[in-house]
C-alpha cells in the first residue's frame, strides 16, 4: 500500500511562471491537506480538501494560488506568477477521514525554488 | 489568533543524554495534540494526546498533556543519533480538520 505520493519531489521556477503540485492521497483516502514549510520555520495549513469540494482554503493566499481534488486524478496545487517568497516545501497530507487527524499521513514533500 | 509556540528551537546532545522538549498552545476549543518526527522527508506521527496527564509512551519516548496549564512534553530518555531531527507539535483545534504547527525543536544527537 503506496503512501502519499507527490511530485515533482524537487521543482526550480523563473519569477512569473507557473507551478504545479501533484498529490496522491494513500489509497482510501478521500481527504487531503496541503501545509506550506517556509526555511526555519513549520507547517502552515493551507487547504483541506475532499473529491471534487474545498473544505477549508483558510491558510492559502488570495491570490496566485488555487488547489482542487477531482474526482479522478490526484490533487493539484497551482502557484500562478510564482514570487521568491513562494519558495519552500509543500506539504500533502491524507486521511481516511475528518475525525481523528492523528492518523493524518504526510507526503515527502515538493520543493519549490524560485529563481 | 491560535498558536503553538516550541521550546528550545534547537538543542545538541550526546548519545545517552535524555531531553525534554516543550510545547505550549493557546488555541479555540482544544481537539487534540500532535507530535511528529521529520528527518529529511515526511514529518511521520508519534503521539496524540487528548486528556491531561495520561502518559503515552513508546520505546524511549514519551509526552503527556496538561490542559489546564496548555502545554504538552516529549521526553526522549537514553538518545541516539537516530533521535537527530526536527520535532513537530500541533494542534487540532475541534472540528476543523486541519493542524496548527509549532516552529519546531531540531534534535541533533553526537555520538
Known amino acids: 500500500n503506496a503512501g502519499v505520493m507527490q511530485n515533482p519531489r524537487h521543482l526550480v521556477r523563473r519569477r512569473g511562471q507557473e507551478a504545479r503540485l501533484r498529490c496522491s492521497p494513500m489509497?482510501?483516502?478521500?481527504?487531503v491537506y496541503w501545509y506550506r514549510q517556509l526555511p526555519e520555520e513549520g507547517l502552515k495549513f493551507m487547504v483541506y480538501?475532499?473529491?471534487?469540494?474545498?473544505?477549508?482554503e483558510s491558510g492559502m493566499p488570495k491570490e496566485r494560488f488555487s488547489a482542487e481534488f477531482p474526482k479522478e486524478g490526484p490533487s493539484i496545487l497551482r502557484i500562478q506568477q510564482v514570487v521568491r517568497g513562494d519558495s519552500a516545501a509543500y506539504f500533502c497530507a491524507s486521511s481516511s477521514s475528518r475525525q481523528g487527524t492523528g492518523e493524518l499521513f504526510f507526503g515527502e514533500g515538493s520543493r519549490l525554488t524560485v529563481l | 489568533e491560535d498558536k503553538v509556540v516550541q521550546s528550545p528551537l534547537s538543542l545538541v546532545v550526546h548519545e545517552g543524554d535524555t531531553v525534554t522538549l516543550n510545547c505550549s498552545y493557546e488555541v479555540t476549543n482544544f481537539r487534540s495534540l500532535l507530535w511528529y518526527k521529520q528527518e529529511k522527508k515526511a514529518p511521520t506521527f508519534l503521539f496524540m494526546l487528548?486528556?491531561?496527564?495520561i502518559e503515552k509512551k513508546s520505546g524511549r519516548l514519551s509526552s503527556i498533556l496538561d490542559k489546564k496549564e496548555l502545554f504538552s512534553i516529549l521526553n526522549i530518555t537514553a538518545t541516539q543519533t537516530g533521535d537527530s531531527a526536527i520535532y513537530l507539535c500541533a494542534v487540532e483545534p475541534s472540528n476543523t480538520g486541519k493542524l496548527i504547527f509549532g516552529q519546531g525543536t531540531t534534535l541533533q544527537v553526537k555520538p
Open positions: 487528548t486528556s491531561s496527564g
Open positions: 480538501l475532499q473529491k471534487e469540494n474545498i473544505i477549508d
Open positions: 489509497k482510501g483516502h478521500s481527504h
